[in-house]
């Protein structure tokens, strides 16, 4: 089957792309021949007039290049990757380029209009092909994003997006699409100048510009003689500034870890000073740069390849037919289990939010309005969209409201006894069928099971703060766990739009049985006397989105201190914490308890972060010598990748592919590396198992090399293979 299909009436050829077997288009190298073939085609036609380039699907027009089509070209290539994908990209800007030229000579003469009509979403390689076309239009839908979402992924638009925009927007208007993967909606993405027209038939409309359009139409204002960039040059007086402040905020906002963006940046910078033919080989080469950097490599499979595979059910127990959620419970209405029914309630979902007090569920109904007031102000939400939601999510203190609810939270307070008495109370007012779970942090869910007469409808489910922004849920298989229950828990969480893992119960599960040791790290480190700032900028220029006592404030010193002493006490004397439980035990003496008390590791006013506090220079002073960036750094990423091998071995992770999914999206970890074991496998097991011996006897047991890393290294294997 073909990807596109030609029809000509009027004197207009209806090229539509219809990618078989997919929801959505998909660029693929065959599908490219393709449309090369029949624009070539009907230009040759004297029948055909101008061409409108659309979709067959309703509602979207293409979500993006197939990632296993650079996998291709990089295979071909065999011992000479670069050059394969480099001519690969190259003979894709050829087919853009043809597109955007239209049949003119080189005085311009002789070509035929060529416009885009989008019924919907246009990503990646789609927006690209529309920004080649001489007029985009796109239909007024809300729920339609426009852009280049690639930056997210590890790469950059490297089908001539880069080059084509920043000669469109100008370097300082197309950087925020470009370096940050901006999307927008149709009627926003005109406002910007990403299209030009928004229509509610963009089909008709692109028709009738094609029938009327001019030859001075078909010239694009780069291709013009005299062309001068929107916002000027790296070396105009206009333009400079931009340059100089874009370099800086790239290096800012990644720290020099995400290679895209300064390839991207580089291709631009060296692009827009050369002609447009010459802009686009430049623009393939950098991203033939990126393709082979490990950093953009392990950034694909992760984020893209291995986050859709979970999105799309990967892992779900075989045989259970599709569960949905009609009517949840939510007991607790705290700040986890206020932002569980607001996601609930924005899918669609009846959501009944219980607690103790009418007080404490209005508070939690509120936050729900309060967040959906602020989407109103940022044109995100309409009053409708506001009003609907807030029917659906009633707050009550009465068990008996939980009646038809066919799946339950509980999200109450890190107390087991607590937990227990509000499951056996719910679970009076609901039918047999409906499924428990428990949104807990650290309590191993087989446990809590026990307060409920059929275990096998028990099971965890792990959010993350804030529940609203927060993508990953864990999934967490209790020994009694049925494939019933972690089904529905696994279709619930993607129906409110987050990526599920699948964990076996254990202690802390697995995203906190990784970050913990990462905070606990954070405070040895000041214990040990390494200054504050060293600690937290190492932090930072790996990759971690905050550094360990930024995190603690921000989760509360209180709760560290909580989690601490119920592990402690289940622990006995296995546990080996105590030195970091006394620079908490401290922090809570002198009234230090985090952010939202004002006071923490970092000093606050009006609740704004101002900068660490001096005070802990008295209470943990500075040693007169300083560890090395790199030893700070090492110590800080290995004792999560280290742990998270564990979590491998102990089989409370399935694979790989969840544990690198979950440690970029559940906690941050150093999203330029893919995860801990994309981590470890660019170090190489060699030098990643005696870097953990090195560790080990300098610093402590906790950096004992896994079996599983030690193997590795003997036989020279990876995670990925």
């Not at 670069?82 to 000579?105: K, N, P, S, T, Y």
């Not at 789609?126 to 809300?142: D, K, M, Q, S, T």
């Not at 050369?274 to 950097?293: G, N, Q, S």
Request: hydrophobic share 45%; proline share 6%.
């Amino acid at each position: 089957m073909s990807d596109f299909s030609a029809s000509t009436e009027g004197g207009v050829c209806i090229l539509a792309w219809d990618t078989p077997g997919k929801s959505m288009n998909v660029m693929s190298l065959e599908a490219l021949s393709q449309l090369d073939a029949l624009v070539g085609a009907a230009l040759e036609d004297d029948g055909v007039k101008g061409i409108v380039i659309t979709s067959a699907k309703p509602g979207s027009f293409a979500g993006g290049m197939d990632l296993n089509t650079l996998a291709t070209l990089r295979e071909a290539a065999g011992d000479d990757p670069a050059q394969g994908i480099f001519e690969g990209i190259m003979g894709l800007h050829a087919v853009l380029r043809r597109i955007e030229r239209a049949g003119m000579d080189a005085q311009d003469k002789g070509g035929k209009p060529i416009a885009c009509a989008l019924p919907g979403t246009a990503l990646g390689i789609g927006y690209e092909l529309a920004l080649a076309c001489h007029r985009i239009f796109a239909v007024p839908e809300p729920k339609a994003k426009i852009g280049l979402p690639e930056i997210k992924v590890g790469l950059f638009p490297g089908a001539g997006g880069t080059t084509r925009l920043v000669r469109r927007l100008g370097a300082i208007s197309a950087a925020p699409y470009l370096l940050e993967g901006t999307l927008l909606s149709p009627e926003k993405a005109q406002k910007a100048g990403l299209i030009d027209e928004v229509a509610e038939n963009p089909l008709a409309a692109a028709r009738d510009w094609v029938l009327r359009a001019q030859p001075e139409d078909l010239v694009k204002p780069c291709d013009r003689k005299g062309f001068k960039l929107p916002g000027g040059g790296p070396y105009h007086p206009a333009g400079f500034m931009t340059f100089v402040g874009a370099s800086a905020m790239v290096g800012g906002q990644t720290k020099g870890v995400y290679p895209a963006a300064k390839a991207l940046l580089s291709a631009v910078y060296e692009g827009v000073q050369v002609p447009f033919d010459t802009a686009l080989r430049i623009e393939a080469r950098w991203f033939t740069h990126v393709m082979l950097d490990p950093s953009s490599s392990a950034m694909i499979r992760t984020l893209f390849v291995g986050k859709e595979a979970l999105d799309k059910g990967a892992g779900r127990p075989e045989g259970v037919p599709p569960q949905s959620v009609k009517k949840l419970g939510v007991l607790g209405a705290g700040m986890m289990g206020a932002g569980i029914a607001l996601v609930s309630a924005q899918a669609g979902i009846e959501v009944v939010l219980l607690d103790r007090t009418q007080a404490a569920a209005d508070t939690g109904r509120a936050h729900a309005e309060a967040y959906l007031d602020e989407g109103m102000r940022r044109g995100k939400t309409s009053a409708a969209q506001k009003q609907a939601v807030l029917e659906r999510l009633t707050a009550t203190t009465e068990f008996d409201a939980l009646a038809g609810c066919d799946m339950i939270i509980e999200a109450v307070f890190e107390d087991p006894e607590v937990k227990a008495e509000v499951t056996r109370k719910a679970l009076r007012h609901v039918p047999e069928s409906c499924i428990f779970a428990t949104n807990t942090s650290s309590l191993p869910v087989s446990k809590l099971a026990e307060a409920s007469l059929m275990p096998e409808n028990f099971v965890g489910l792990h959010f993350f703060s804030p529940v609203e922004k927060m993508l990953l849920v864990e999934v967490i298989k209790g020994v009694r766990s049925g494939p019933r229950a972690v089904a529905k828990a696994l279709d619930f969480a993607r129906t409110i739009r987050k990526t599920p893992i699948v964990v076996n119960d254990a202690r802390f599960f697995y995203a906190n049985r990784c970050i913990i040791p990462y905070l606990n790290e954070g405070l040895r480190l000041l214990r040990e006397g390494v200054a504050p700032a060293l600690i937290e900028n190492a932090a930072k220029l790996v990759g971690m989105p905050m550094g360990p006592l930024q995190l603690i404030d921000e989760t509360s010193i209180e709760l560290g201190l909580k989690i601490a002493r119920a592990s402690r006490a289940a622990m006995g004397d296995a546990y080996r914490d105590a030195e970091v439980d006394e620079v908490l035990e401290r922090m809570a003496d002198i009234g230090r308890l985090g952010r939202k008390a004002g006071a923490g590791f970092y000093a606050y006013e009006g609740g704004r972060r101002l900068g660490l506090w001096d005070g802990l220079a008295t209470e943990w002073p500075p040693a007169e010598q300083q560890p090395e960036l790199l030893e700070v750094q090492h110590r800080l990423l290995f004792v999560q990748a280290l742990e998270a091998v564990r979590a491998l071995e102990r089989h409370v992770l399935p694979g790989v592919r969840e544990g690198d999914v979950g440690a970029v999206l559940g906690w941050g970890f150093a999203p330029w590396s893919g995860g801990p074991f994309s981590w470890l496998d660019m170090l190489g097991a060699p030098y990643a198992a005696a870097r953990a011996a090195e560790l080990a006897e300098r610093y402590g047991r906790r950096f004992t090399c896994p079996e599983t890393l030690t193997e590795m290294a003997r036989t020279g294997r990876s995670f990925y293979g």
